[in-house]
């Protein structure tokens, strides 16, 4: 797996956890349960979508002038509610997020889609395009 998929991989389980980390453990999809290539484009399009948030809101944490508490604690919830819109936005609740994540994390099949799915979408050159 190249390095920069992992990165964007762990990064996407670390966001699932700060979102629902009660939700993360309990969700164990079916092992019988085959993933869709139109469930799987949806999905990699929320994640692309949170990780440039996460990485947008990771840049301003990191600014001297977000060193206050406060300002942290309002970065945060503002990630939190951006995440949470853009799952929504992509048709996708919290639970299904970190679903899909545990799936991409834990089987190989899937996770070997999944960055062949980043690749086009990264690029530009999703299906249909």
Known sequence: MPLATFRILIACVATVCFLQPARVLQSQPPADSAVTTAALDGY?????AVSALRSQMQAELADPASKKQDVQAALRQKLQAGSVGLLKSHGLTEE?????????STDDAVRKAFEAAVSKWSAGKGPGE
């Open 96 to 104: 299904t997020f970190a679903r899909m994540t545990r799936r991409v």
């Open 44 to 48: 990699v399009k929320a994640f692309l």
